[in-house]
């Protein structure tokens, strides 16, 4: 059994060490998630550290990353493995005269196997952390493929029988809560929400990602962001964005955030025409 973490606190400082202040929940979950060996579920708005996290973790553990980015569409072919089907037709036609049976025996090889991100990391025997990122964003069915994923860490292929993990992977899910996952996923993860950060922790993230942004700057910045934040916009400044900003108001010298100075950078954040008018609006920001 693979000891990811000793502790919440060691979780904490290692994480931290490596470019993520996690909160008291935060290194509780991780730790949990890899002392358990359960999946975790990370749910919460675009842009508040849910994919940073899982990176974290492979950079703090010295584990590998295997990403399967979730979309529309996503299908067993991209998420498990495929046949390479020009290489066993080349096999096949190398093959004439004999018998079928050998010819299947054959074809259904390792050799003729492409892996995708899910089976890659079941066949690993190095430490690897498995990121499945929105997975909200697939097909209701795609839920299905993942189960046995989930459950035993084992993927099951008609023609070769069942691969399980040598060592399992440290595996994060990741979903924006566009729609709602099913009951039977969300049964077999460890679940943690990730909210925009207070204006005091966002205020450290700034300070540790920019260190050479002064202490009155970023406490400007932070609440602008939460004021930006505050409106009805279609998307809101993430954390990634403030991180952003922060370099711009460095590169650009700017020393105070008045209104003219976010006027002229605002595009950093919000990326969005509405949302640019309606904060220009609401926060009286000259044009």
């Known amino acids: 059994m693979t000891t990811w973490f000793a502790s919440p606190a060691d979780a904490a400082t290692r994480l931290e060490a490596n470019g993520y ?43 590998e990353l295997v990403r399967l980015q979730c979309y529309e569409g996503l299908d067993e072919a991209r998420a498990l493995y495929e046949w390479n089907y020009k290489k066993q037709l080349l096999r096949i036609q190398a093959s004439q005269g004999q018998e079928w049976d050998q010819t299947h025996d054959d074809i259904f090889t390792d050799e003729f196997l492409l892996t995708r991100p899910l089976l890659t990391a079941i066949r690993r025997d190095e430490p690897t952390v498995l990121l499945i990122d929105e997975v909200d964003k697939t097909d209701v069915e795609v839920e299905g493929l993942l189960l046995e994923v989930l459950s035993d860490f084992q993927v099951t292929i008609p023609e070769l029988g069942t691969v399980a993990a040598v060592r399992r992977p440290f595996v994060v899910l990741t979903s924006n809560a566009s729609r709602e996952l099913s009951e039977a996923v969300k049964r077999r993860c460890l679940y943690l929400h990730l909210d925009y950060p207070d204006v005091a922790r966002e205020r450290q993230i700034l300070r540790s990602q920019v260190p050479e942004l002064d202490d009155a ?52 954040v919000l990326k ?6 309606r904060a220009v609006k609401e926060l009286r920001l000259p044009r």
């Open 21 to 63: 202040l996690a909160d008291a929940a935060s290194a509780t979950t991780t730790f949990l998630a890899g002392a358990l060996e359960k999946p975790l579920l990370l749910e919460g708005p675009a842009g508040v550290g849910k994919t940073e996290l899982a990176k974290a973790v492979a950079r703090a553990t010295g584990a």
């Open 217 to 268: 700057l970023a406490g400007q910045l932070v609440a602008m962001v939460a004021r930006l934040r505050e409106l009805e916009l279609k998307k809101a400044p993430s954390i990634a964005e403030s991180v952003d900003w922060a370099r711009t108001l460095i590169a650009l010298e700017i020393r105070d955030l008045d209104d003219d100075a976010v006027s002229r950078t605002l595009g950093v």
């Open 272 to 277: 969005h025409v509405s949302d640019q008018e």
